[in-house]
């Protein structure tokens, strides 16, 4: 299936410092979603975007979808100690049926 | 309002067993997906349901595994036999329709296949 490549792939950064990170594909797609997982847990919502060059926040979250359709980004602003999971990018096709499909994920950790 | 639940939460089964997962969607949601996560890897689709029928299969392994939803609102994920590569996180999901973006997601069951 499709394969969304994360990068950066895992993150150790302090707290209270700003965090990047982003999603790349070699297919177009309608709609990116932004998703954290924590441990035994299943993903959670975080930011969705439909537009190209849409920006969208979600209090200290910010995404942005590419121009190209092809990426997306991710930034946490002012890390804080729960900010700590793993984030997923997913990507969704309109004419695949709706499939979402998932990144391979970006470990965060931040330390106190 | 009740999340997507799952249950088991975990399961340890030896190989060549059968195994079976339940899943019970946010009441009103119509879709229902079921997602294979690896360790370090984010979900991937098995099958989709819009309401009992399985509208999208096609990376179901069927020689082993099957899903049914015969009423439109719970749905059960069996493995039977399983093999020591099954073992991962088996996600639900669920959405009010399937064309929104928005899917919720249960804790999971975590299989270990020995």
């Known amino acids: 299936g499709q394969q969304l490549n994360q990068s950066p792939q895992s993150m150790f950064i302090q707290e209270g410092e700003d965090v990047s990170m982003n999603c790349t594909s070699s297919?177009?797609?309608?709609?990116w979603l932004w998703y954290k997982q924590d441990p035994g847990e299943g993903p959670v919502l975080l930011i969705a975007l439909y537009k190209a060059g849409e920006l969208t926040s979600n209090g200290r979250l910010t995404a942005q979808f590419g121009i190209t359709r092809k990426d997306s980004f991710l930034n946490i602003s002012a890390s804080i100690p729960s900010d700590v999971g793993i984030y997923f990018c997913?990507?969704?096709?309109?004419?695949?049926?709706?499939?979402?499909?998932f990144g391979t994920g970006t470990s965060l950790t931040v330390i106190p | 309002e009740a999340g997507v639940v799952q249950s088991p939460r975990y399961k340890i089964i030896e190989k060549k067993q059968p195994v079976a997962f339940w899943c019970n969607p946010i009441?009103?949601?119509?879709?229902l997906y079921w997602y294979l996560q690896n360790l370090g890897q984010g979900p991937e689709l098995l099958i989709r349901y819009e309401n009992e029928e399985a509208v999208d299969d096609s990376q179901l392994p069927k020689d082993r595994f099957s899903a049914e939803r015969l009423k439109g609102v719970d749905s059960t994920l069996k493995i039977q036999p399983a093999e020591l590569g099954d073992s991962a996180v088996y996600l639900c999901a669920s959405s009010l329709y399937a064309d929104t973006d928005t899917q919720y997601f249960g804790p999971g069951t975590r299989l270990t296949v020995l």
């Open positions: 009441s009103g949601h119509n879709t």
């Open positions: 297919s177009i797609f309608n709609t």
């Open positions: 997913a990507g969704q096709k309109k004419n695949t049926g709706n499939q979402f499909y």
